[in-house]
C-alpha cells in the first residue's frame, strides 16, 4: 500500500482557510510525484465544482480522512503560479488579512480560473494577399493610410499590432483592406529571442543629474532607489536607460503606473525606443487580450511589462527590474476585497528576486520620503527640468470677498483670454464632475440630499438629473422645492459642466474640451478627447484629477486651478500630502520644453501655512511639516496602522460587532503605549446606501505585533455568529480612511 497523499488547496470562497482533498481517481503513481504547487486542480465544492491551485503535497491531514473528497482532475500540469509568485500571493493574503483565494484571485487571468489551457497564442500580423502583391507601388494614392499600409507591406514581409501603432495606422484601415482582398491577418509562431539590436532609436544624452542618479542603480542585487524629480525632470529617460540595461542582460522589466496614466503616450514612448516585445496590461484588456500577455510575460517573450496595480502578480521568466512610475498614486492600493498595496508588494517582490526597485515620482509619499530620509531607500534627486524646459511660475490669488464670475477670479479670465490670443492652450482643473454640487432653495434653503447616504446629490445638465456620486442613486430634478414649494431652487457651486458652460459663453469661438469620468466614459473616450489637444490648436480644457495624471500637453502654458482649498480641511489625516501632491501635479502639466507655463491657484485661504510653505517653500518643505506633525500624532509613517471596518442596515450591529472586535483584541494585546486603540467610530460618511458604517483602528509602533493579532483577531471574528450579521474587512495600511 502506497502512502497517503493529501492535496491541500486553495480555492476562491471567502473563507480564509484552505482545504484538503485527495488526489484524482485516475492519477497514477508518477504523476503523483510530479505534482507541484501553483497547478491547478478542478475540486467537488459543495454541489459546486471550482478551480483551485494547489498549495502543497502532504502524507497527512487535520481534517478525517475518511470524509476527504477527491480532486476530479488536473487542469494543467504545469504550475500556472510559479514558486516566486505563489509564495507572493501567500504572503500578502497573511500580511493583508484576505483569504487566499481573493489573492489568488487577482493573480490568476480569468480564463485560467476557469479552466482555460495556459496555451500561447501565435502573435498576430498583417501581410500582402496575392492580390495585394500585384498592386503596383504608388497605388492607393486617393486613400493615403491604404497607401501608406501598400508601401510599408511592399517594404517588409508582415506588420505587427505594435508597428501599426508605431506607424499610426488605424486598424480600421487594415480592415477596409482586408474586405477589398488586398491583406489579410493571421497568427505566427512567436519565439523569446533578443533581438540583435534593441534599441529603435538613439537614448539622449543625460543631463549631470540624470546620469550620477542612473550611475548610482546597480541592476545585479536588491535596492531600492527614490527617483524624486519634478514633472518633467526626465524620469522616464532614466528608466528607459536603466530597461536598456535590464534588456542587454537578457532579463525583463515590470514597469508599474496608475491606471490613468496608462495612455497610449506611455506605450507608445516605450515602444519608440526598444525592439523588444512590449506587452501593457490594464483595465482595457478583454480576458484573452489579458491571458496573453500574461502568458508571454510568463514564457520570457514580453521583454517590458507596463502595468496598472495588479500586474505586480505578473509571472516573469527572467525579472531584471521592477520600477514604479507616480509611487505616491492612491491607485496601487486596491480599496475593496484583496486590499493589497502593488507598491509595498513591489518592495517584497524585488527583494525576494534580488532585483532593484526603482520608485520615481514628483510628489513623494510621504512613506517613501520617510524611508529614504532613513536611508533605507537610495535618495536620488533631480532638481531641474531636462532639456532646456523651465518650471511653471505659480502663482497665489487670493479670492477673499472677490465678486467671482461663476467660480471664476477676474484675473484667472483674463489670464486664459491673453494666453488664447497667444495661440496657446489652457487647462482649467476642477475636482468636481457633473453641472454642481447640490442645489438648493433660495427661499427655506433646503438641499438635495441623498436619501441613502449622509450626502449631497449631484446636479448633471448632460441628461438633466440629481446623482448621488456615492451610492448611484439618481432622481429627477424637481421643478418646485419639496420643502417650501417655491419655484426659486438653484444649482450652488461649481461642477466641470457649469466651467464647461461658462467658458464656451465667455470664448465662443474657442473649443473647450471637458475631461472627466463622464466625459470619458466610452473605450477610448480619453484619446478621442485629446486629440483636438495634441493637434496644438488653441483650447481650453476643463477637467478633474483624470487630467492631473500621466499627460504630457506640450501647449499648455496656463493652468488654472478653481479651488485650491480643497482638501485643506479635510478629516483624512492624508488630506494636506494629497492636496499638495494633487496641485503640484496638475501644476506639472503646464509649459513643457521652450514655452513656460504659469499656473494660478485661486485660494481663500492664501494664508494657511500649508498653503504658504508648498507656494513659498515648495514640496519638500511641505512634506517636513507634515512629517512633524505626523510624529507628533502619532500617524504613519511613524505608525502602523490597520483599520476594521463594518457596515450594516442597522447600525447597532456594526458597532456592536466592532465591540466585540475591540474586546478579543485587547485580550490578545493589551493597549499601551505603542499599542493603541481608536474606536468604533462612526466613517467619515456615516450612512452611505443605506447601511451604517462605523471602523474600529488600530494603532502600533511596530508591523509584528500588529500582524499577529489580526491574524488571531480575524480567525476569531470569522467564528462569531455576529461576523455573519454586518459586511466587514480589514484595511492593512490603509491609504483611505474613509
Ligand atoms: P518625467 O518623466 O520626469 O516627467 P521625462 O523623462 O518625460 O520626464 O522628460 C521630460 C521631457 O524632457 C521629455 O520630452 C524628454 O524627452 C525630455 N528629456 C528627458 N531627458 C532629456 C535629456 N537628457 N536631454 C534632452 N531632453 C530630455
Ligand atoms: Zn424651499
Ligand atoms: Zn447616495
Redesign the pocket.
Known amino acids: 500500500m502506497h502512502s497517503t497523499v493529501i492535496l491541500e488547496i486553495a480555492l476562491p470562497t471567502p473563507l480564509r482557510r484552505r482545504f484538503d482533498y485527495l488526489p484524482p481517481q485516475e492519477i497514477d503513481a508518477a504523476e503523483l510525484e510530479h505534482l507541484a504547487a501553483g497547478i491547478l486542480v478542478r475540486v467537488p465544492f459543495g454541489h459546486q465544482e471550482l478551480i483551485g491551485v494547489l498549495i502543497a503535497v502532504k502524507s497527512s491531514t487535520e481534517q478525517d480522512i475518511a470524509k476527504l473528497r477527491p480532486a476530479l482532475a488536473i487542469v494543467d500540469k504545469t504550475p500556472a503560479l510559479g514558486g516566486e509568485l505563489l509564495e507572493l500571493c501567500l504572503w500578502a493574503a497573511d500580511y493583508y488579512q484576505c483569504p487566499i483565494g481573493d489573492a489568488l484571485q487577482t493573480a490568476l487571468p480569468t480564463l485560467l480560473r476557469h479552466g482555460e489551457p495556459a496555451q500561447l497564442r501565435g502573435e498576430w500580423i498583417v501581410e500582402l494577399t496575392t492580390e495585394g502583391k500585384g498592386l503596383p507601388e504608388g497605388a492607393l494614392k486617393r486613400a493615403p493610410k491604404q497607401a501608406q499600409l501598400l508601401a510599408e507591406l511592399q517594404a517588409r514581409a508582415y506588420l505587427t499590432k505594435t508597428d501599426l501603432d508605431l506607424l499610426e495606422i488605424p486598424r480600421t484601415i487594415v480592415k477596409t483592406m482586408t474586405e477589398k482582398g488586398l491583406v489579410r491577418s493571421r497568427e505566427i509562431a512567436i519565439t523569446p529571442d533578443t533581438p540583435a539590436q534593441l534599441l529603435r532609436e538613439a537614448a ?4 549631470e543629474e ?1 546620469a550620477a542618479a542612473l550611475a548610482h542603480i546597480e541592476y545585479h542585487h536588491f535596492n531600492i532607489y527614490l527617483l524624486d ?1 519634478a ?7 532614466i528608466y528607459l536607460q536603466a530597461i536598456a540595461q535590464i534588456l542587454a542582460q537578457g532579463k525583463q522589466a515590470l514597469v508599474l503606473v496608475p491606471e490613468i496614466g496608462l495612455t497610449p503616450q506611455t506605450l507608445l514612448r516605450f515602444q519608440r525606443r526598444f525592439t523588444v516585445p512590449i506587452v501593457a496590461l490594464h483595465s482595457g484588456l478583454n480576458d484573452r487580450e489579458r491571458l496573453e500577455a500574461w502568458l508571454q510575460a510568463r514564457a520570457g517573450i514580453a521583454r517590458i511589462i507596463i502595468g496598472t496595480r495588479s500586474a505586480i502578480f505578473t509571472p516573469l521568466q527572467n525579472p531584471g527590474i521592477i520600477i514604479i512610475d507616480e509611487e505616491h498614486d492612491n491607485s496601487f492600493k486596491q480599496q475593496e476585497g484583496f486590499r493589497y498595496s502593488a507598491r509595498d508588494l513591489a518592495a517584497v517582490r524585488a527583494h525576494r528576486l534580488q532585483i532593484p526597485l526603482l520608485l520615481g515620482s514628483a510628489t513623494p509619499s510621504l512613506e517613501t520620503l520617510h524611508n529614504a530620509q532613513q536611508h533605507r531607500y537610495n535618495y536620488l534627486r533631480l532638481t531641474t527640468r ?2 532646456n ?1 523651465k518650471p511653471p511660475d505659480i502663482q497665489l490669488l487670493d479670492i477673499r470677498g472677490e465678486q467671482l464670475h461663476e467660480g471664476f477670479a477676474a484675473a484667472s479670465l483674463a489670464a486664459i483670454d491673453h494666453t488664447l490670443k497667444a495661440g496657446n492652450q489652457v487647462l482649467v482643473f476642477l475636482n468636481r464632475r457633473g453641472y454642481a454640487p447640490t442645489l438648493e432653495c433660495h427661499d427655506c434653503g433646503w438641499l438635495a440630499n441623498c436619501n441613502h447616504c449622509d450626502a449631497r446629490m449631484t446636479v448633471h445638465q448632460t441628461p438633466r438629473h440629481l446623482h448621488c456620486h456615492h451610492c448611484d442613486h439618481q432622481r429627477a430634478i424637481p421643478r418646485r422645492c419639496p420643502s417650501c414649494n417655491s419655484t426659486k431652487i438653484q444649482p450652488i457651486g461649481q461642477g466641470t459642466e457649469r466651467s464647461e458652460n461658462v467658458l464656451q459663453e465667455l470664448f465662443p469661438g474657442t473649443k473647450v474640451i471637458r475631461v472627466d469620468r463622464d466625459s470619458t466614459r466610452n473605450k477610448d473616450g480619453m484619446q478621442k478627447l485629446l486629440v483636438d489637444v495634441h493637434s496644438g490648436e488653441p483650447c481650453i480644457l476643463v477637467g478633474t484629477q483624470m487630467l492631473a495624471k500621466g499627460h504630457h500637453f506640450a501647449d499648455v502654458t496656463l493652468v488654472v486651478i478653481i479651488d485650491a482649498d480643497a482638501g485643506l480641511f479635510s478629516t483624512d489625516f492624508r488630506g494636506p500630502e494629497r492636496m499638495g501632491q494633487l496641485l503640484l501635479q496638475v501644476a506639472g502639466r503646464a509649459g ?2 521652450d514655452k513656460p507655463g504659469r499656473v494660478l491657484l485661486q485660494s481663500h485661504h492664501t494664508e494657511h501655512p500649508l498653503v504658504q510653505t508648498l507656494m513659498l517653500k515648495g514640496y519638500h518643505a511641505l512634506t517636513d511639516l507634515i512629517l512633524q506633525e505626523r510624529r507628533i500624532t502619532q500617524l504613519p509613517p511613524y505608525r502602523h496602522l490597520a483599520l476594521i471596518r463594518a457596515e450594516s442596515k442597522r447600525a447597532e450591529l456594526a458597532v456592536d460587532f466592532l465591540r466585540l472586535a475591540r474586546k478579543i483584541a485587547e485580550q490578545l494585546q493589551e493597549p499601551n503605549p505603542f499599542f493603541s486603540y481608536l474606536g468604533p467610530l462612526p466613517a467619515m460618511m456615516e450612512k452611505r446606501g443605506d447601511r451604517f458604517r462605523y471602523q474600529l483602528q488600530l494603532n502600533s509602533a511596530q508591523r509584528k505585533p500588529l500582524q499577529q493579532l489580526l491574524t488571531q483577531l480575524a480567525l476569531q471574528l470569522e467564528g462569531d455568529a455576529l461576523s455573519k450579521r454586518v459586511r466587514w474587512s480589514i484595511d492593512v495600511d490603509p491609504q483611505d480612511m474613509s
Open positions: 539622449l544624452p543625460l543631463n540624470q524629480g514633472t518633467g525632470s526626465g524620469k522616464t529617460e531636462a532639456g524646459a513643457r520644453a
